[in-house]
């Protein structure tokens, strides 16, 4: 016998053929699966936050209205890097917002500085009814 018969060669080894038809149906699955798949998932619910809007402030806000209080070790503090008593603080926080018509404080903590500390001198700070900043970035003691 000779000539080929049913995908043989001359030499009697059969050639190697890819059949791009099942690739394609497989792909076309895969597609279908990843589309119904997709449609099943529940929509994820979200609760609605106003947030506030910026206002531009009345006057420019310059250093002098800007007070520093760093909280250190236990027991002390830095009110614009001159270092005072924790005990101070209310006394301080009351006459500068007498002297300063808009004033604010940014509350800022060394390596030094508790936890608790920290949430009394911004009690305070919320007693005196003062606009207060936390300052989250690491400041040396006294800086």
């Known amino acids: 016998m000779s000539g080929s018969f049913g995908g043989q060669s001359a030499g009697g080894a059969k050639k190697a053929r890819i059949e791009i038809i099942p690739l394609i149906d497989v ?11 997709t449609l099943s998932l529940d929509k994820i619910q979200s609760v609605p936050v106003d947030l506030p809007q910026a206002t531009p402030a009345a006057r420019p806000i310059t250093e002098d209205d800007l007070v520093v209080l760093q909280i250190s070790e236990p027991g002390t503090a830095y009110w614009n890097r001159e270092l005072i008593s924790s005990t101070e603080i209310p006394r301080r926080l009351l006459d500068y917002k007498a002297t300063v018509p808009a004033p604010r404080v940014l509350v800022s903590g060394d390596d030094k500085a508790r936890y608790g500390d920290a949430v009394l001198a911004l009690d305070e700070v919320r007693k005196a009814g003062i606009t207060v900043s936390i300052e989250t970035a690491f400041r040396a003691t006294g800086r």
């Open 27 to 37: 792909i076309f699955f895969l597609l279908a699966t990843f589309v119904l798949f």
